[in-house]
């Protein structure tokens, strides 16, 4: 096992009488390209906003780099470098993909959007958002308006932003929801070369299962907010409950997977 990351202790999460996170005992551990899957409802986007601070514990704790980060609010987890991408496409559609950029690189430095104007000239800040760019391929529409830019280029740029703010550990909700097959491969190449690069954990929650598959060092499966798996995209494949709770639900991509053998 590697070096643990982020560790949840008996994490809880109940909306009502539907419980989404059933006392989670979990370990992201560093460098190890996870994914997050189950049923539309099993809590997945739930887990991220627990981790993330997006919503409150309810029960539980959370550490981060051995520090408990349970009650931590979201801009002091960002700080700490947790970062996420939203299940929606979540840019600012009227500023450039470079704009878009320059906001989380200038924050860290401790700069508003409202000087950006007075220093627009200063070349560390534009330098670091061309590198981001230059990584997630968008160099080319580096002027382009974020509203003008294809569905998946939108998703790129978020994992530009994302990356903009120098995370240690990042959550990709749905990240290839809605894109075609060649923006998808796109991303995936990238993600899979960003996690190489060895910066950035990347955590990612993803329906499509050729997806998890061919990118994935360690699957975990979510079913009514428990872990009813986790292991290797081989053991993940082959167990038993996992095929079960995917039975006759509409992600049955682990059959076709199987059957593609
Ligand atoms: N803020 C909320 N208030 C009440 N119920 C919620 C809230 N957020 C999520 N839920 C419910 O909790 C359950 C789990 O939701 P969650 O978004 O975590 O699932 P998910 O695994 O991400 O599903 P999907 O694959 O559809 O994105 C669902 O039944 C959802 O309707
Ligand atoms: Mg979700």
Redesign the pocket.
């Known amino acids: 096992m590697g070096k643990a990351l982020i560790t949840t202790q008996k994490l809880s999460n109940h ?2 009488m ?1 419980c ?1 996170a059933d006392n989670l005992d979990l370990t992201i551990e560093e460098g190890v390209l996870t994914s997050i899957i ?10 991220i ?1 627990l981790l993330t601070g997006y ?1 409150p514990v309810q029960a539980g704790r959370i550490f981060f780099q051995g520090m408990e980060i349970t009650r931590l609010p979201v801009y002091k987890r960002v700080r700490r470098g947790i970062c996420r991408s939203f ?1 929606i496409v979540n840019v600012f559609p009227q500023l450039t993909v470079s704009q878009n950029i320059l906001i989380p690189i200038l924050a860290l430095t401790g700069r508003s959007w409202r000087a950006f104007a007075k220093i627009s000239s200063e070349r560390d800040a534009h330098r670091e958002a061309e590198a981001i760019l230059a990584r997630v391929g968008l160099s080319a529409e580096r002027d382009t308006l974020a509203s003008a830019l294809s569905h998946g280029d939108q998703r790129l740029l978020e994992v530009g932003v994302a990356l903009a703010a120098k995370p240690t550990l990042l959550f990709l ?2 990240p290839t929801a809605g894109m075609n097959p060649v923006e998808r491969s796109r991303l995936l190449e990238d993600i899979r070369r960003l996690s190489r690069e060895g910066q950035t954990t990347f955590v990612v ?1 993803e ?1 499509d299962m050729d997806v998890v598959f061919s990118l994935s060092e360690r699957i975990i499966v ?1 079913h009514r907010g428990a872990v009813i798996g986790d292991g290797l995209p081989e053991e993940i494949k082959n167990d038993k409950t996992v095929k079960e709770v995917y039975l006759g639900d509409e992600v049955s991509g682990i059959f076709r997977y199987d059957e593609g053998e």
């Open positions: 909306f009502g539907i989404t189950g049923p539309n409802g099993a809590g997945k986007s739930t887990l906003n919503l299940q909700d749905e929650v329906h979510l």
